[in-house]
């Protein structure tokens, strides 16, 4: 039986990775640089985690998580999205009483079943952060600057940041009246599509979030300028615009970003890019003020995001990407032409490996030109030849891929003239 991989789910192969990495790598240097330690949760976790913090009425919990019972009839699920499970590992490590402001990252995959498309698969993959433990606007334009500055580093040009602002508990009660009174008049309600019928009565925050174009238009068309706000979640707003102005993030108001998570507060947004279709999202998060203490835990005011790894990588210019995948390519590869020259090839190989080295070398015996087509294939930027020749004098040729230069150098100098061409101590 020949098996192929699961609906939904796709492999990363090798040629693919190096970009992968490029994004991961420039994720962990910009955590650094602005104080962001990384934490990694399990992929499984009570399913009762994400019913409480994410929503029962959302899609997410009611239609895409991928729960099942495990052996001691525990209920399970794949993790959905990355904030829960970090609240859950906040609280139940105490590292609140440690230190109460946590500033922590993320990056692994996570699971939903919706229907698979370009840029939408079950299993994806996210970089995020969360900070927690800070009610102060200047984190929530942080974090926003976090986003954008990942995105810069990664390449991604021309995403559009959107920006709106839920208010506080109380207010989101307010607009979730507005929204039902409107949408559940008969003349505008069979209008909608089936689900958005269900949420103007169960949950009508979610009729802003449906992706149906058609219940877009009448929503749009029958929602505008609402007043729902209280001042003070409007005073905490201007703040956090005056803070992502000075640190130059560009962003326009939508007033019809909610996000498809029960516990945003306040601040949300959502980055998109023109080039990925109806999928257009490159992330989104928000200002969680009320979930940590909702899970057990001080009351505590909390902001994140997420960044699908896999559209980024989509969103990547192809020219950048090249770019990408050659940066990590083999100084050094070596063609041995025959059984001495092999053995030899091995002892360097491994010297120069030790060394810090990245090097390649082909051990099945073949013509020259092919081991030389080998070494371009590789991204080498040197070939050291090796043949009975230079055997007998101690010493091979060293070709440099690029200029096309060769030039005689000792077995025992080879490691020594590597280091000094592509500046390694």
């Not at 940041?161 to 009660?173: P, Q, S, Y």
């Not at 802003?208 to 219940?215: F, H, R, S, T």
């Not at 877009?216 to 209280?230: A, E």
């Not at 120069?352 to 991204?379: F, N, P, Q, V």
Request: aromatic fraction near 8%; include cysteine.
């Amino acid at each position: 039986m020949k098996y192929q991989t699961i609906r939904g789910t796709k492999d990363i192969l090798p040629d693919e990775i190096s970009q992968w990495q490029g994004v991961e790598a420039a994720a962990r240097a910009l955590f650094r640089i602005y104080g962001y330690n990384e934490i990694r949760t399990p992929v499984i976790e009570e399913t009762g985690l994400f019913v409480k913090s994410v929503g029962e009425d959302t899609d997410i919990v009611k239609k895409e998580m991928f729960s099942f019972q495990d052996r001691g009839e525990r209920d399970i699920s794949l993790r959905p999205e990355g904030t829960a499970p970090i609240v859950r590992a906040y609280l139940e490590n105490n590292l609140y009483k440690t230190d109460p402001f946590q500033k922590l990252y993320y990056i692994g995959p996570m699971f939903r079943a919706e229907r698979p498309q370009a840029g939408r698969l079950r299993q994806f993959h996210q970089i995020g952060c969360e900070a927690i433990g800070s009610s102060n606007p200047a984190i929530d334009a942080e974090v926003i600057k976090v986003m954008t500055a990942l995105l810069d580093a990664a390449g991604i040009k021309e995403y559009e940041v959107r920006i709106n602002n839920l208010g506080c508990a109380e207010d989101k009660k307010r607009l979730s009246r507005i929204l039902k009174d409107i949408f559940t008049q008969s003349a505008v309600n069979k209008t909608l599509c089936e689900d958005c019928r269900r949420r103007a009565k169960e949950n009508p925050l979610r009729l802003l979030d449906c992706k149906n174009e058609n219940c877009r238009t009448v929503i749009r068309g029958n929602f505008k300028d609402v007043k729902f706000l209280c001042a003070e979640c409007g005073n905490f707003f201007e703040e956090v615009l005056r803070c992502l102005k000075i640190a130059k993030v560009n962003f326009r108001m939508d007033p019809y970003i909610v996000r498809g998570l029960d516990y945003y507060t306040r601040t949300v947004f959502e980055v998109t890019h023109s080039s990925l279709g109806s999928q257009n999202a490159l992330g989104a998060g928000g200002r969680y003020d009320n979930l940590i203490n909702q899970m057990g835990g001080p009351e505590t005011g909390a902001c994140g995001f997420a960044l699908g790894v896999d559209r980024m990588i989509l969103a990547i210019p192809p020219q950048t990407a090249e770019v990408k995948k050659n940066s990590d390519c083999n100084v050094l590869y070596i063609a041995a032409l025959g059984a001495a020259a092999r053995e030899k090839g091995l002892e360097i190989l491994n010297d120069i490996r030790s060394s810090g080295i990245a090097s390649a070398m082909t051990y099945e015996d073949s013509s020259l030109k092919s081991k030389m087509r080998a070494a371009d294939k590789l991204g080498a930027k040197f070939v050291l030849i090796i043949g009975d020749d230079e055997i007998s004098k101690g010493e091979a040729m060293l070709r440099d891929m690029v200029t096309k230069e060769q030039q005689s150098v000792k077995f025992e100098e080879v490691i020594q003239r590597i280091k000094a061409s592509v500046n390694i101590k």
